[in-house]
């Protein structure tokens, strides 16, 4: 009799323990709406349309000061999410070393659906304690009035100005947005992210090399294989020398990286297959950017689409040296670095007003040529480490590809959308969530 009694309590026991585990679903479930819907871009998650970008996972949240007095300090080798007004400029704190070049890069990520004005952008500068200017960039939509993420990148660079901003201490990244008269009043987020380059052990040559194939490659020929784009830097697609194909629908933008080594020569053109479903032409609408391993903007190149197949082909652009930084043109002086390049495409929105939503088929060409040769000495580490080595650099985008790709059940959706969209709320919501599964576990294993 009390074997039974101490069964029927056990029984009990157990179905309270699930009644219990029930309401503390319901809880987390009503808690994540709730704090989902908070979050930027949420309603958009909701509705089904993908958001505009993927954040690097490990981004730490920094607000931008409106003074320099109160700018947040920016740790090289790390990645920040922060916002953008639309009006005046905010500040971020460097400290930086009297021997090391450093960048700073920003992509302005306006929300899906923004109103966006040919000539809006975003201008970032890094400045010295008494408001030099030590390098300033500017990049902007153009005539694309498409939401999209942007990037420009700045910097204090030692190795090609010794006599501007080359001492030790606090410099100062100053954001801005580049707009007009009729831009519209939103706010956009931000992803900052800091680096350092080493000086060399050795200084070489001061001028960038001027004897170098400028013709344009042979197209690449052949079956494309399929790989699909990342949706931001950080999770980018991995490519080489080949024929890729993806799916692409009207402002989306896909992120691939191109791994170059010293002395390897890029080229790259973007081709949007052809469609019968409409009519009209959408102006720049098919845009093919391409960064560098700090996100830097290096070149870009667009195409008009009518609906017949069309292709945008970046302009050749030298083999990667030191050296480069030396030369007077954006596009050359960009492929200062070994490491990680980025190919982005995106679609404009306005092709779905023409077109219908798609997708439309994307093929990328992509030529990696030349030797690889021996990089410079550097006298000490990047940061972060191994920037501009291959093989090293860029691991995290890979690994967060496979982490989103791997989330297959609804939970580690939710999760997923908390970790990487949701700042300071999302990681209470975590931490609760850690709580209460630890206390599950627990019972459960009194029982």
Same mark, same amino acid.
């Given at each position: 009799?009390?074997?039974?009694?101490? =069964?029927?309590?056990?029984?009990?026991?157990?179905?309270?323990?699930?009644?219990?585990?029930?309401?503390?679903? =319901?809880?987390?479930? =009503?808690?994540?709406?709730?704090?989902?819907?908070?979050?930027?871009?949420?309603?958009?998650?909701?509705?089904?349309?993908?958001?505009?970008? =993927?954040?690097?996972?490990?981004?730490?949240?920094?607000?931008?000061?409106? #003074? +320099?007095?109160?700018?947040?300090?920016?740790?090289?080798?790390?990645?920040?999410?922060?916002?953008?007004?639309?009006?005046?400029?905010?500040?971020?704190?460097?400290?930086?070393?009297?021997?090391?070049?450093?960048?700073?890069?920003?992509?302005?990520?306006?929300?899906?659906?923004?109103?966006?004005?040919?000539?809006?952008?975003?201008?970032?500068?890094?400045?010295?304690?008494?408001?030099?200017?030590?390098?300033?960039?500017?990049?902007?939509?153009?005539?694309?009035?498409?939401?999209?993420?942007?990037?420009?990148?700045?910097?204090?660079?030692?190795?090609?100005?010794?006599?501007?901003?080359? +001492?030790?201490?606090?410099?100062?990244?100053?954001?801005?947005?580049?707009?007009?008269?009729?831009?519209?009043?939103?706010?956009?987020?931000?992803?900052?992210?800091?680096?350092?380059?080493?000086?060399?052990?050795?200084? #070489?040559?001061?001028?960038?090399?001027?004897?170098?194939?400028?013709?344009?490659?042979?197209?690449?020929?052949?079956?494309?294989?399929?790989?699909?784009?990342?949706?931001?830097?950080?999770?980018?697609?991995?490519?080489?020398?080949?024929?890729?194909?993806?799916?692409?629908?009207?402002?989306?933008?896909?992120?691939?990286?191109?791994?170059?080594?010293?002395?390897?020569?890029?080229?790259?053109?973007?081709?949007?297959?052809?469609?019968?479903?409409?009519?009209?032409?959408?102006?720049?609408?098919?845009?093919?950017?391409?960064?560098?391993?700090?996100?830097?903007?290096?070149?870009?190149?667009?195409?008009?689409?009518?609906?017949?197949?069309?292709?945008?082909?970046?302009?050749?652009?030298?083999?990667?040296?030191?050296?480069?930084?030396?030369?007077?043109?954006?596009?050359?002086?960009?492929?200062?670095?070994?490491?990680?390049?980025?190919?982005?495409?995106?679609?404009?929105?306005?092709?779905?007003?023409?077109?219908?939503?798609?997708?439309?088929?994307?093929?990328?060409?992509?030529?990696?040529? #030349?030797?690889?040769?021996? #990089?410079?000495?550097?006298?000490?580490?990047?940061?972060?480490?191994?920037?501009?080595?291959?093989?090293?650099?860029?691991?995290?985008?890979?690994?967060?590809?496979?982490?989103?790709?791997?989330?297959?059940?609804?939970?580690?959706?939710?999760?997923?959308?908390?970790?990487?969209?949701?700042?300071?709320?999302? +990681?209470?919501?975590?931490?609760?969530?850690?709580?209460? +599964?630890?206390?599950?576990?627990?019972?459960?294993?009194?029982?």
């Amino acid at each position: 009799m009390r074997r039974r009694r101490t =069964a029927w309590w056990r029984r009990a026991r157990v179905r309270r323990g699930h009644h219990a585990a029930r309401a503390r679903v =319901a809880v987390v479930g =009503a808690l994540l709406l709730c704090m989902t819907a908070a979050l930027p871009g949420a309603a958009a998650l909701a509705a089904g349309t993908p958001s505009p970008y =993927a954040f690097a996972p490990d981004a730490q949240f920094v607000p931008g000061a409106t #003074g +320099t007095a109160d700018a947040a300090p920016l740790t090289p080798g790390t990645t920040y999410r922060s916002s953008l007004p639309s009006d005046g400029e905010i500040y971020y704190s460097l400290e930086l070393d009297a021997a090391s070049d450093a960048y700073v890069s920003a992509t302005a990520v306006p929300a899906a659906g923004s109103t966006i004005r040919p000539g809006d952008g975003v201008r970032v500068s890094v400045e010295d304690s008494d408001g030099r200017i030590c390098s300033s960039d500017s990049e902007t939509f153009g005539i694309v009035a498409t939401a999209r993420p942007l990037a420009a990148w700045a910097g204090r660079e030692i190795s090609v100005k010794p006599t501007r901003c080359a +001492t030790r201490g606090t410099y100062y990244v100053v954001l801005e947005r580049v707009s007009t008269v009729t831009s519209a009043p939103d706010t956009w987020d931000l992803e900052l992210f800091a680096v350092t380059e080493p000086s060399l052990e050795q200084t #070489g040559a001061t001028e960038a090399p001027e004897d170098w194939n400028s013709a344009p490659p042979a197209p690449l020929t052949g079956d494309a294989a399929r790989r699909d784009g990342g949706s931001g830097f950080a999770t980018a697609a991995s490519i080489g020398n080949g024929v890729w194909s993806s799916a692409i629908e009207p402002g989306r933008t896909l992120f691939y990286k191109v791994p170059l080594d010293w002395g390897r020569q890029l080229n790259a053109t973007a081709e949007l297959g052809s469609s019968n479903s409409g009519e009209g032409s959408a102006g720049g609408a098919l845009n093919l950017s391409l960064y560098n391993p700090v996100h830097g903007f290096v070149d870009e190149a667009s195409a008009t689409y009518d609906g017949r197949q069309k292709s945008a082909e970046l302009d050749p652009l030298p083999p990667v040296a030191y050296e480069n930084r030396y030369a007077r043109s954006d596009p050359l002086n960009g492929m200062r670095f070994a490491g990680s390049y980025y190919l982005v495409v995106n679609l404009a929105a306005e092709v779905a007003e023409k077109y219908g939503e798609g997708p439309f088929q994307l093929t990328l060409r992509v030529g990696v040529e #030349g030797a690889s040769e021996a #990089g410079p000495s550097y006298a000490g580490e990047s940061e972060p480490k191994g920037l501009f080595q291959l093989g090293q650099a860029g691991t995290g985008g890979d690994q967060a590809t496979s982490a989103a790709g791997g989330a297959g059940s609804g939970g580690d959706s939710a999760m997923t959308v908390l970790a990487v969209s949701g700042i300071g709320t999302g +990681t209470v919501v975590l931490v609760v969530l850690g709580v209460w +599964t630890m206390v599950a576990r627990r019972r459960a294993a009194a029982l």
